[in-house]
């Protein structure tokens, strides 16, 4: 079945034009940092994103967790918000791997932190506390709607963490879709962070990975970090050759992802009972809410449109997630919303 598959876009499969380039790939072992595909796409990557260095590694997951490992030691304490993928998705890793302390502060919807919050989450230098060592930024926010947040807010965060003593880290697994929505270079809109995970294998349609990106020492540390965590790959570089065409050609492309959003969102919106979430869609990712009156649960709708080939993330009672990626084509768009019309008929 060919599937019309709005669930997240990691499903994303790699273009034929990746296909060839990691049948072709050059190849070497990556633990002996011999490997010329993954050593273009690092320092491919550090120069977008402005940083000394960078390090593939398989998973955004595996990258931030290499990240905090490599800022944090055991009992120290990183802030970050209470709907931070790293504090709802990431398995407890922090904690379980490397026994660092997660604060959590409130997740504004527009996908920040207050000031004051962050402020006021750093320890004093007591020995009751843990120490607090980290801020962790995220841009898009996943979880408030894949919102693309500001350069001047980062500014602000970063300059009271850095006050303060503390490192920052941005997950910016989608820091491009940010990007290309607000328009401002990447390099710009990551310029105040310490370090940053960006994953390849989202809108940007490479199969697998991520890359870490931050100074040469911070780098080296994550090294050694990726290596503790079983993360050191041989001839990783047929998974690169895909990820440099990732960076090279599927970034502007982007904005057609968010561009789309709109249109399905437009869309659903003139079928009563679907509302949008504040503020959504920012980026590629439309959330909806389901009134009470329609007498139907997230879950059952996802199971009837699945039934029409349609795939939607259910993230709620009567919440639904659908994101827009590079497989997805304006006549798919009527399709989907066709079949949500007969669904709320
Ligand atoms: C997907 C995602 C990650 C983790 O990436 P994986 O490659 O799935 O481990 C981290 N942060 C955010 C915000 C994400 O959306």
């Known amino acids: 079945m060919n599937w019309i598959d709005l669930r997240s876009d990691t499903v994303t499969l790699p273009t034929e034009k990746m296909r060839n380039a990691m049948a072709e790939a050059e190849l070497g072992d990556d633990v002996y940092g011999e490997d010329p595909s993954i050593n273009h796409l690092q320092a491919l990557a550090a120069g977008k994103l402005g940083k000394e260095a960078a390090l593939f590694v398989p998973s955004g997951t595996m990258g931030n967790l290499a990240a905090v490992l490599a800022h944090c030691g055991r009992g120290d304490e990183v802030i970050m918000g209470d709907r931070a993928h790293t504090f709802l998705y990431e398995a407890g890793g922090v904690s379980a791997l490397g026994g660092v302390h997660p604060h959590t502060v409130p997740n504004q919807t527009n996908g920040t932190l207050r000031i004051e919050d962050i402020r006021s ?115 990783a570089g047929v998974l690169a050759a895909a990820g440099i065409i990732a960076l090279q050609e599927m970034v502007n492309r982007l904005s057609e992802d968010h561009q789309r959003a709109k249109v399905l969102a437009k869309g659903l919106t003139t079928i009563p009972g679907l509302r949008l979430d504040k503020g959504s869609p920012n980026t590629n990712m439309v959330y909806l809410e389901l009134d009470k009156e329609t007498g139907i649960l997230a879950s059952e709708c996802a199971k009837l449109l699945k039934q029409e080939g349609i795939l939607i993330g259910v993230t709620g009672e009567r919440h639904l997630r659908l994101v827009c990626h590079y497989w997805i084509r304006d006549d798919h768009l009527e399709m989907v919303m066709k079949a949500f019309q007969r669904v709320f008929d």
Do not use: W
């Not at 500014?155 to 303060?164: D, G, I, M």
């Not at 990551?190 to 809108?203: E, I, Q, R």
């Open 121 to 235: 989450a750093v320890r004093d230098n007591d020995v009751h506390f843990p120490k607090t060592k980290l801020l962790i930024l995220e841009n898009t926010h996943n979880n408030c709607g894949g919102v693309a947040v500001s350069r001047e807010y980062m500014l602000k965060a970063a300059s009271v963490a850095h006050e303060s003593g503390l490192a920052v880290h941005l997950d910016g697994a989608r820091i491009f879709n940010a990007a290309v929505e607000q328009d401002v270079p990447v390099d710009q809109l990551v310029s105040m962070v310490d370090s940053v995970t960006f994953c390849l294998s989202k809108g940007l349609c490479a199969p697998v990975g991520s890359v870490i990106c931050g100074t040469k020492e911070f780098i080296a540390k994550a090294y050694r970090v990726r290596k503790q965590l079983g993360g050191g790959m041989r001839q």
